[in-house]
């Protein structure tokens, strides 16, 4: 089976600018994730869809993070306006229910704000 | 909250030489523990698990065991392989509620040298 994708897998912008990620989870997984990690630190959960729903978007770093996942397919993180902070690389990863911790992770968007 | 407390690297080996990169976690309740590896320009892949405690988890020569005693979830390996250099997060989740995203550590870069 496919894997997750993710793209782009690159992106350069200035600070002030938006950006979209895209992320393809494996398909007929309800279970999709995003996470980032900033330079030097952790691995940071930031959201978990369930389908269409937002089960727990407890680690979205602030209300210039726009997740959606519309249709229960593919996902989009969206930071608007991006700031320096924002810089690193942004995983995404999917699961099917009911099979536990059977996680897959894309290889990830790599963000530099300038 | 959880943590993942892991050594920072770069780690560098020479070939056939014996790994073992320190894990360390603070959770409540019984989390399962992972290993991941990154390669170079790949995603996250799961190397390893175990879900209570004293289970080893083992896969490509790398193993671990759960210690919940000391909190620990060490990686090693026998003889280390080029092929083996990556960047490796241990990382655990929370069983049985609450938020369900995984908690990784800083990760280890392991660099094996011919």
């Known amino acids: 089976e496919a894997g997750v994708t993710q793209f782009p897998s690159h992106s350069v912008i200035e600070k002030g600018q938006t950006v979209t990620l895209r992320c393809d989870p494996i398909s007929g997984h309800d279970n999709l994730y995003w996470y980032r990690r900033v330079m030097g630190k952790e691995i940071k959960f930031l959201l978990h869809f369930v389908k269409e729903s937002k089960q727990d978007e407890s680690g979205m770093p602030n209300n210039r993070f726009l997740a959606e996942r519309t249709g229960g397919t593919y996902s989009t993180l969206k930071v608007q306006p991006a700031e320096l902070e924002d810089s690193g690389v942004y995983f995404c990863?999917?699961?099917?229910?009911?099979?536990?911790?059977?996680?897959?992770f894309g290889s990830g968007t790599r963000l530099t704000v300038v | 909250g959880n943590s993942v407390t892991q050594m920072e690297g770069p780690v560098t080996l020479s070939e056939e030489a014996f790994l073992t990169i320190n894990c360390t976690y603070t959770a409540t309740g019984y989390p399962s523990l992972f290993w991941y590896v990154q390669y170079p320009g790949e995603g996250l892949q799961l190397l390893l698990k175990a879900t209570k405690a004293d289970d080893k988890g083992s896969n490509k020569g790398f193993e671990a065991t759960y210690r919940k005693e000391t909190t620990s979830f060490h990686l090693e390996k026998g003889s280390v392989q080029v092929s083996d250099s990556a960047v490796y997060f241990c990382?655990?989740?929370?069983?049985?509620?609450?938020?369900?995203?995984?908690?990784f550590g800083k990760g280890t870069h392991l660099i094996i040298q011919p």
């Open positions: 990863a999917s699961s099917r229910s009911g099979q536990g911790l059977g996680y897959t």
């Open positions: 990382a655990l989740i929370k069983t049985g509620g609450g938020a369900d995203g995984l908690t």
